[in-house]
């Protein structure tokens, strides 16, 4: 009896390994898309104060500091 506990005890071992390593994988693949998407969406949006909203002269943190201040006055 005690070595089929024991080999139940290795195949549980094994199977826990199994899934942590899927587990990190999924979790490191999302970590990579979400940095992708939202260090994008950064690019987007600058790109879009700079042409849309930024005075001449103005740097497009300048313009968003401008713009956060006006919607805060609302």
């Known amino acids: 009896m005690k070595k089929t506990a024991d080999t139940n005890d290795k195949i549980a071992g094994k199977v826990t390994e199994g899934y942590k390593k899927i587990e990190n994988g999924v979790v490191e693949g999302y970590k990579k898309i979400e940095t992708g998407v939202v260090e994008g969406f950064e690019k987007v949006s600058d790109k879009c104060v700079e042409v849309l909203f930024a005075k001449e002269g103005e740097s497009v943190e300048e ?12």
Do not use: F, P, V, W
Not at 63 to 74: G, P, Q, V
């Open 63 to 74: 313009a968003k500091e401008r713009l956060n201040k006006k919607t805060i006055d609302l």
